[in-house]
């Protein structure tokens, strides 16, 4: 399961990389859905590996 903790700065940069999976809002990353498909899991995997404080876990 995908999940945002704390430490993010809502940068956007996951939500660039995964459009489908998170949505920034006053600054924090939410994530809308799940990842189901490989491409979304290669997405998440980019974002996760993108995200400049480590906020991103699954
Ligand atoms: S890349 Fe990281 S810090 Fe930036 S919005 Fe996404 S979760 Fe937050």
New binding site residues.
């Given amino acids: 399961m995908v999940l945002?903790n704390d430490?993010?700065?809502?940068?956007?940069?996951?939500?660039s990389e995964a459009s489908s999976i998170?949505k920034?809002e006053d600054w924090?990353?939410h994530v809308i859905k799940q990842p189901m498909t490989p491409e979304e899991h290669q997405q998440v995997d980019t974002?996760i590996t993108?995200?400049?404080?480590v906020?991103?876990e699954k």
């Fill in positions: 945002v430490k993010c700065i809502g940068c956007g940069i996951c939500e998170f920034v924090f990353s974002a993108s995200c400049p404080v906020a991103i």
